[in-house]
């Protein structure tokens, strides 16, 4: 995995791209907090979310095979979730099917149904949020937004340096690895090579330890106080602001048409 | 020793000696007690200085990945003076001119400096410290890991960049070639101070120290 790998996507250019920071994550935040209120007993609010979802990735002109990649990330967890919950939520007991098995009976619930149904729409629109977001936003892009909507500074200088410095260590992790292979590592007994192996850990650790010193000497001759000061980031533009309004009406019109009409009507 | 403005030292002298030390010295990296013992442009190295002091000498460090941190190249070279309190278009303007002092193309602007090769990395540490005005360029072995046509490329850089250079390095040819003066460290102490070509040239002096002769000396002979 490289950083080009990871801003890939983020890098071309369509109008989703070029729509300020900020805007894209406030839409996608605003976006994935409706889902989550959603009433999962109906299918048109969720159909309709996909749909702007989708209408929002042919905007980005993005090719659908990696973005479905990087969303099938999430499918471990949701998958287990999903396969798990129409068994272990009784509800109020209502069984929608039951299976035997020898001597066991397997009890599909209705409620355990609906939650797995809430679970999977609900995951897969905000991961289709969350993923449409970093697709079309390069990262130093995405953390000045999140800055600009006052996310905590800390928080956010400790992302930027994890991005910077993650590939690095798996660098130097592979190097180490690669040193201790060339001299049989493999080959040795279990124990030594679990010595080996903590010794490897170990030395990284010091070496991210030096490194940060040195990172942070670096730092304060150029200056720095322990105040974080960024550049001005491009001004918004009112198409933008516009597109988003009208983004988050959609987004929002769908959440209270859902939530007013009768919980108990069929959809 | 002391250094006047405009001279380029090179500072040698075998591993341990104290080169990097007096470096980080400079601008007050490894403490900064009384200040007495340091002094940049007659005023001591002390907290009340600190901030001028760091801005006056541009300390380039012997690794490029401790000192380019940020996400992208352009970031890193605005580190500086945003931390000088410059912004807006005088911002940009001084990080585009000390990008184009050390020949780095615009495409590279937003680029993530971990994907660069060691020669760019190397330029835009240097470009990093352009930016704050640095009047006094310190620089930790600048020539190490580089490929010969990209160390040729930072020898010119340095040959033409008109400010106060201390150069601590084992590349005794390109001391012999930036700097007119070489001081000779050892063990913490000033064991020689004089013309680069005569410093190193002096065979006994050089072996007592774990250096050597350069070669291009040797031939010339």
Redesign the interface.
């Known amino acids: 995995m490289?950083?080009?790998y990871l801003?890939e996507l983020a890098r071309r250019s369509s109008p989703l791209h070029r729509v300020e920071a900020r805007l894209k994550a406030a839409g996608a935040l605003g976006m994935i907090v409706a889902a989550m209120l959603l009433p999962p007993e109906r299918t048109w609010p969720f159909a309709a979310y996909l749909a702007v979802l989708g209408g929002l990735l042919l905007l980005a002109r993005l090719p659908l095979l990696p973005v479905l990649r990087r969303l099938a990330g999430l499918a471990p967890f949701v998958l287990t979730a999903a396969v798990l919950l129409p068994f272990t939520r009784p509800g109020d007991g209502t069984v929608s099917a039951s299976l035997q098995l020898g001597g066991w009976e397997l009890r599909l619930y209705r409620a355990g149904l609906l939650a797995a149904k809430a679970v999977l729409l609900k995951s897969l629109i905000s991961g289709g949020s969350a993923v449409l977001l970093v697709c079309t936003t390069?990262?130093?892009g995405l953390?000045r937004g999140l800055e600009r909507l006052h996310f905590p500074r800390l928080l956010l200088t400790i992302i930027?340096?994890l991005?910077?410095?993650l590939?690095?260590l798996q660098g130097e992790f592979l190097r180490l690895a690669r040193a201790a292979r060339s001299r049989n590592w493999d080959a040795g007994p279990l124990r030594a090579r679990l010595a080996a192996a903590g010794g490897i850990v170990g030395s990284l650790f010091l070496r991210t330890y030096d490194?940060g010193e040195?990172?942070y000497?670096?730092?304060?001759?150029?200056?720095?106080?322990g105040r974080s000061?960024?550049?001005?980031d491009p001004a918004v533009t009112r198409g933008a602001a516009a597109g988003l309004g009208v983004f988050l009406a959609l987004v929002l019109g769908v959440l209270a048409a859902a939530l007013l009409a009768a919980p108990g009507a069929t959809p | 020793m002391s250094v006047p403005p405009g001279e380029s030292v090179g500072l040698i002298g075998p591993n341990g000696a104290g080169k990097s030390t007096l470096l980080l010295h400079l601008n007050g990296s490894l403490g900064h007690g009384d200040g007495e013992r340091v002094r940049v442009f007659g005023l001591p190295v002390s907290r009340p200085n600190l901030h001028q002091v760091r801005r006056r000498v541009g300390l380039v460090f012997q690794d490029p990945e401790d000192q380019l941190f940020s996400p992208t190249v352009f970031e890193d070279v605005a580190f500086g003076p945003l931390n000088l309190g410059f912004s807006g278009a005088e911002l940009v303007q001084r990080v585009r001119r000390a990008l184009a002092a050390v020949e780095i193309p615009r495409e590279l602007e937003g680029r993530l400096a971990h994907h660069l090769s060691y020669g760019e990395k190397r330029r835009i540490a240097i470009a990093t410290v352009l930016a704050m005005d640095a009047e006094i360029l310190a620089l930790d072995e600048p020539t190490g890991n580089l490929d010969p046509a990209g160390r040729r490329g930072l020898i010119a850089l340095l040959a033409g960049l008109p400010l106060t250079k201390l150069i601590a390095t084992h590349d005794l040819e390109m001391a012999l070639e930036v700097c007119r003066r070489v001081v000779l460290l050892d063990r913490g102490r000033v064991a020689a101070d004089g013309p680069a070509r005569e410093v190193l040239a002096d065979e006994a002096l050089m072996r007592e120290h774990r250096l050597e002769v350069p070669l291009s000396l040797r031939l010339a002979r």
Do not use: N, Q
């Open positions: 490289e950083h080009s801003d390069p990262f130093s953390l930027s340096f991005y910077r410095y590939f690095l490194r040195r990172v000497t670096a730092m304060l001759a150029r200056g720095y106080d000061r960024t550049l001005s």
